[in-house]
Antibody
Framework: EVQLVESGGGLVQPGASLRLSCAASGFTFSSHWMQWVRQAPGKGLVWVSLINRDGSSTTYADSVKGRFTISRDNAKNTLYLQMNSLRAEDTAVYYC???????????WGQGTLVTVSS | QSALTQPPSASGSPGQSVTISCTGTISDVGGYNYVSWYQQHPGKAPKLMIYEVSQRPSGVPDRFSGSKSGNTASLTVSGLQAEDEADYYCSSYAGSYNYVFGTGTKVTVL
């Protein structure tokens, strides 16, 4: 069974850093592109970042470029999102997803909540 | 990276059909056949319902169908059921390994 379990969320002050993790199981992690998507409370889904199978190629939404870094450890079957210089507008549930179909993401984790507030 | 435009709400009675539009540009929806649709129930993670404009993952009822014309994609839910009441989001590949989501549509089963 495919499982994606996010962790690392919490309450932090503006300007702080946080690293999210997404532990994958039930499939060959290194064979799939992965991405992060976020959803602010009561709002819609927003694409955040994408990484290719071996981690050599990454892309970011303009709103997080230069502050967030996506990475992966295929030996540990884990996806990461390093978030620096956090702002109030980064407050959201962060989901990780598996790229399992052409142009689509077929499995999602349950999400982890990040709250940026003083 | 502007969000794709969806109507805020749509509704239908049980057994009826509802169609949700998703309008983008030639740089996303119109330029690629990589449009996906996701269903999200309150407090739950999104679920993939359609990919590559009109393909259904295994396990998704054939009541759900997708199409595209120019810069607008559409999701149709036929034979509406109570469990179809949820938020629906479209997503499109936008080139250079970027993706964009739609603004979301709340579907109500009357």
């Amino acid at each position: 069974e495919v499982q994606l379990v996010e962790s690392g969320g919490g309450l932090v002050q503006p300007g702080a850093s946080l690293r999210l993790s997404c532990a994958a199981s039930g499939f060959t992690f290194s064979s799939h592109w992965m991405q992060w998507v976020r959803q602010a409370p009561g709002k819609g889904l927003v694409w955040v970042s994408l990484i290719n199978r071996d981690g050599s190629s990454t892309t970011y939404a303009d709103s997080v470029k230069g502050r967030f870094t996506i990475s992966r450890d295929n030996a540990k079957n884990t996806l990461y999102l390093q978030m620096n210089s956090l702002r109030a507008e980064d407050t959201a549930v962060y989901y990780c997803e598996r790229g399992g179909v052409p142009g689509g993401f077929d499995y999602w984790g349950q999400g982890t909540l990040v709250t940026v507030s003083s | 990276q502007s969000a794709l435009t969806q109507p805020p709400s749509a509704s239908g009675s049980p057994g009826q059909s509802v169609t949700i539009s998703c309008t983008g540009t030639i740089s996303d929806v119109g330029g690629y056949n990589y449009v996906s649709w996701y269903q999200q129930h309150p407090g739950k993670a999104p679920k993939l319902m359609i990919y590559e404009v009109s393909q259904r993952p295994s396990g998704v009822p054939d009541r759900f169908s997708g199409s595209k014309s120019g810069n607008t994609a559409s999701l149709t839910v036929s034979g509406l059921q109570a469990e179809d009441e949820a938020d629906y989001y479209c997503s499109s590949y936008a080139g250079s390994y970027n993706y964009v989501f739609g603004t979301g549509t709340k579907v109500t089963v009357l």
